[in-house]
């Protein structure tokens, strides 16, 4: 009996997180098959002309809604930006897994040799390394922006993902160095005694070892990647390199946009989060935990 | 054997490059937009590609709010760009600046003349700076007094002409059960929040600066005065109701329960939309109340960097890409307002019978061209963006009774000295 009050407590909560989390997603995919002049119209339910899937259709094939093909309707409301969502999601796997393989080739040595090794200006560059997240990212843009136009770099792919990578970093060292650091010291003694080089210590016995929390940064390095808007938006330059971030925003911030289309766009976009979300995050918050607690 | 073999296809590889001295020449145009309907845009590209042999185009695209941003980003990175989008409160700054260049330098002799006299006065003030024209109208369009024929009809009510008749009608729509009669859009974040003050103020016949760019609002008798007055007399009787955007606008007048508002001439397009609007059809545009009835109107245009201008080639090619866009015979401008219900600052198109048979579903043409006639433009200098941003939090406080009009444009006209006086020193 003590135990009720509590789990009534944790069920309204748990309730109302998934309001908070959850409702958009479910409105969103109402609104995308709900047509814009039940949407607009107060005296008309939200299920009165039933459900149907044309914003999808002109989104994957450019075929326009049924309505707005009709006599005296603004064909202009239809924003053919939300045809470019399904490249953009294709765009922002592509950098976001670069982005991700990058950090762990470059992250995890880093971070093992940080933790592991002492070496000439080891305490200021690493104090350089987690410091630098603070400097705001639009104090960044000009010079970042400038630096890659002068090795041709904006407007590709390339420039992106190096920016990225370049962001995500410092994470990737400060949480795979707390976890490197805490493996016992037994394990690298054992090692040496073995005639391993420094090399050999990391990819065959560190690197096996971490393979949870390698997995887990890289998946916060894939989502800080997946979601970064600002230099996404200045260094792609048309629909060929745009990421689904910025394709969103120009939907989200165009009011001109039918509400109708824009909630299909976003629908389209969450989804490829959603799966991945559901399937990993399990993995991701016990990696970041193990690194965190272990030893 | 295999010599004479190779020779012969070097040979046969010379010819073909020879007979395509074009290859040589091609020139790529990098034309930046912000990215409004990007398959119309490249689909035009196409045409004028097909139309210009050794003239390709690369467009790239930026979202409207960034617009602005990512432009001066790519001037200060010195990134190629030939044609752009300019808008007509960013051109001062960039014709200062030296980023773009008057049409002149890279037209005919006597071609920029031939068209500018077709466009309406306030798209071409838009397009100017310092008596040299620097871009042609992509898209332009007016600010629109609107509201709901059949409200009107159904109470008897004509359709104002004065400030002081929409006062009235207001209060009878009041008097009968209407809460809010009018609905404004008010927010002090949004440039047009100021645009849409300045149109209801040039209806009046108001003029907010002299010739020398001095302030002419704080004087009690300036129409734009007594125009700021009216609003916060408006509001203080309970007439108007608030909406933080034109977007929520829409949704808003469809529901019957207000009758006039003011905002620019593409919202009456979406307020009769068919598609998604349960009273379309009901919306009207009136001509701006007061003496003149004039309105405030913009331009966005096709404009050439300084970087094309400093090169012959890209000169060249950069001006026949701005007079196919919005040079005679009008053809994409007339696109852009058949196909997609843009407005344009090309007069002749009024006139034109596809315009007409497009526009005539959700607008009287006629009364639109009339309004765009007489409508003028604002007051655009390399500081007025600034001076904006600040005077729209004051105007937003005196229109809800939280300033007095007389402090509001007071401290207005004084920034505006100030920012006058320190540019003018740079």
Redo the contacts between chains.
Sequence with gaps: MPGRPSRLLTFFFAALILLFTGGPVILSLIGSMVPDRVLFDDGKGLFSEGLNFETYRYIFTGQLPDSYSAENANPAMISDAARQVPRSLLNSSIVALSSMALNILFGAPAAFAFARYFFPGKGLTFMFLILSPLVPSVALVTPVYIMLQSLGLTGTQAGIILVHTAKALPFTILILSVFFRKMPNELFEAAVLDHCSRFQTFFRIALPLSLPSIGATGLFAFMLSYSEYMFSMVLSGDAATRPVSVVMAALARNTDVSWSLLNTAIFIAIVPTLVLVVLVWRFVVEGLLSGAVKG | MKITALLAAGALTSAVLTAHPAWAEDVTLDFVVW??????IQDNVKKFEEANPGIKV?????????YQD?IV?RF????KTDVIYGGQDWLPAWAAAGFIAPLDSVAPAGAVEGLTKDIAGFALTDVTYKDKVYGLPYYSDTISFIYNKKILADAGIPVPATWEEVTAAAEKLKAGGMEHPIVYEYNQELPNFYDAFVAQAYGRGAELFDKDLDPLFADPNNEAYKQLQWIADAYAKGLVQSET???KI??AM??GKHAFTIVFT?VL??L???????R??EFALAPMPGATHSTLGFAKSYVVTAQAAGDPARAEAAWKFVNFMAGKPYTVAKRWAV????GFGQLPLFEDKDVIDAWG??TDVKALGAQAAIAKAGTYTEYSSVWSAYFRPLLAKAMVGEASVEQTTKDGAERWSQLKEQFANR
């Design positions: 990215n409004y309907s990007l398959e119309t690369k467009v790239t695209d930026y979202t409207w709010p960034d990512s980003l200060r990175g010195d990134t955007h034109e977007s829409i949704p469809n529901t593409y397009a979406a009769n939309n068919a598609a998604d609007q349960p379309a059809g196909e997609k219900g843009l579903k959700w």
